[in-house]
C-alpha cells in the first residue's frame, strides 16, 4: 500500500511538473507574441508621424516657394 502511495503520488507530481512545463512554455510564446506585436504597433505608429512630417515640410516648402513668387 505504501509502495503504491508513493508511486502515484511520484507520477502526480511529475504531470504537474511537466503540465508547470507547458505553462510556462505557452507564457514565453505569448510574451515573444506580445513583444512582436509592440513593435508592429511602434512602427504603425513610427510611419504615421514620419508621414506627418513629411506632409509638414512639404506645406511649408510650397508656401516659402509662393513666398518667393510673390
Known amino acids: 500500500m505504501e509502495e503504491e502511495f508513493k508511486i502515484k503520488m511520484a507520477e502526480k507530481f511529475a504531470e504537474d511538473e511537466r503540465l508547470e512545463q507547458m ?24 510611419a504615421v508621424y514620419r508621414a506627418q512630417r513629411e506632409e509638414e515640410f512639404e506645406v511649408r516648402r510650397q508656401q516659402k516657394e509662393q513666398s518667393e513668387i510673390q
Open 23 to 46: 505553462n510556462a512554455q505557452k507564457r514565453r510564446m505569448r510574451e515573444q507574441q506580445h513583444k512582436r506585436e509592440i513593435e508592429r504597433l511602434w512602427q504603425e505608429k513610427l
